[in-house]
């Protein structure tokens, strides 16, 4: 079997969509999303891809690993995310190969099911609208989910940034009780002395982690930051290789490990960063606020680590509201009917381990190329400070 052609699209709301096809007919599918810069990512797996043409797939590590290698130039988002979804593919095509979902080929499932979380709420919604956005996510059927912890905050904020931060977690927590699990995203919205303060000030709520409280280009702090505080700190979601995982579990920096599968790479990398956590005692939560494709890449992955915990689910994201037409779910609209049931959640907050070869994942690829005629141009938020600084949102 050969590889005969890579096929990449775009598609609404923001997602970059991949499918490798052989010279024998086998398709396997991969996801290339770098939200806001997609057409730089598209154009990289191109240009990777041409190193994969005409090779035999199920040489899978030895020929990501080359690519790698062969590019005296590698790492970073767009990079990595071009060959996480060339990566990804590989392994659906793998798996249907042989028969297999992706979880046996990595060395068979450690658990049952997978617990999500649900994001809820949007940026900058305010304390009312967040308790009624976060209660309807509950009565959805979630029991974990995750909001924005506070707008962007200057570096010695006095615009009342951390006071709407502490008005916002007591909403929603007197709206949906203490039986619910809420996680905090910081967003990298802070810059480290506001990161310390608001890691005190939002303690009453219980939260079930805070996420990303800086921006990786200040990971040096997360040990200063995880020091004054009991609530466990997750990153990853901007970082793209195992070795920078590796260098925030040297420093005791963070207890909960959260690479994005497309963004670090793939599903192998990912499996490796979740070898590193359960090596060192810590979890493994990947981010995913992507399409089918990735969440379905990073459950199997949480399926077979031991060190697994907990998966981001994006169903109901207001991201994935762009673009968005007719009456199916956005989070929905590329997979194959038969796939739904999927993602129906049972009564504690879990989904089911699919068994089925590859991903266990059809996509219906004549409405995602439909839909790719339409285009889509999804931008990062532009949010501005009181006094006019442009901020990271």
Known sequence: MRIERIETVQVAPRWGLLRILTDEGAEGYGEYTLEGQLAA??????????????RDPSRLKALVRACYDRNFYHGGAIYMSALGGIEIALWDLAGKAAGQPVHRLLGGRVRDRVKVYRWAGGNNNPPEMAAREAAAVVAAGARALKMNACPPLAAIDTY???RLAVDRL????EAVGWDVEIALDF????????????????????????????????NRWLPDIA?????????????????????????????????????????????EIGALAEANGIALAPHCPLSPVAFMASLHVVA????????????????????????????????????????????????????????????????????A?????????????PDGTLANW
């Open 41 to 54: 990512a598209e154009a990289a797996v191109h240009e990777l891809g041409e190193f994969f043409l005409g």
């Open 160 to 162: 009342g940034g951390i």
């Open 170 to 173: 007591r909403a929603v927590r």
């Open 187 to 218: 967003h990298g919205r802070c810059n480290v002395p506001m990161a310390r303060r608001l890691a005190k000030a939002l303690e009453f709520g219980n939260p079930l982690f805070y996420e990303e409280p800086v921006r990786p280009d200040y």
């Open 227 to 271: 020091a004054i505080t009991h609530v466990p700190i997750a990153t990853g979601e901007r970082m793209c290789t195992v070795a920078e995982f590796s260098d925030v579990v040297a420093a005791r920096g963070a207890h909960i490990l959260q690479p994005d599968v497309v963004h670090v790479g793939g599903i192998s990398n990912t499996a």
């Open 304 to 371: 077979q680590c031991r060190a697994g915990w907990i998966l981001e689910w994006a169903k109901g994201i207001h991201y994935n509201t762009a673009g968005a037409s007719g009456d199916v779910d956005p989070w929905l609209r590329y997979v194959d009917e038969r796939d739904w049931p999927l993602f129906e959640p049972d009564a504690e907050g879990h989904l089911p381990i699919p068994e089925t070869p590859g991903l266990g994942l059809r996509l219906n690829w004549k409405e995602v190329e439909r839909a």
């Open 373 to 385: 005629r339409a285009g889509v141009q999804w931008r990062d938020e532009t949010m501005y400070l």
